[in-house]
C-alpha cells in the first residue's frame, strides 16, 4: 500500500497520493511554481497513520501548479409566474489544477 493523506485544501477534503490531481478553487501562483499544503488531516505511509488534532504537527504536501483553467458554465434561470419577468445569470469558476509531488512526515 503507498502512501497517503487527508488534506484540507479550498474549503474541502481531499485524499492524496503521489501524482494525484486536484481542481480547486483558483490559488495564487504561477504556473509551474510549487505549492505547500501543510492542512493535513491525516497521513498514512504503509504501516502507521497519524491522525491530526485537527492538522498532523511538521507534515506537508508539496503540490505542482499546472494551470489555471475555468470551469463548465452554469447557467442560473429565474422567473416569476404570470408577471413577464425572468431573469438569466451565468457563471464559470475560475479553478486551479495541481498535481501531488511528495508527501513529507517530520
Known sequence: MSMYAIVEL???QWKVEPGTRL???RLDGAVGSE???EQVLLTHDGSTIQVGQ???KGAKV???VLSHPRGPKV???KFRRRE???KTVGHRQQLTTLV???ISVQ
Open 54 to 56: 485537527p492538522y498532523v
Open 23 to 25: 481542481e480547486i478553487n
Open 35 to 37: 505549492h505547500a499544503v
Open 84 to 86: 413577464n419577468w425572468r
Open 75 to 77: 447557467i442560473a434561470y
Open 10 to 12: 479550498g474549503g474541502r
Open 62 to 64: 508539496i503540490c505542482e
Open 100 to 102: 501531488v509531488k511528495e
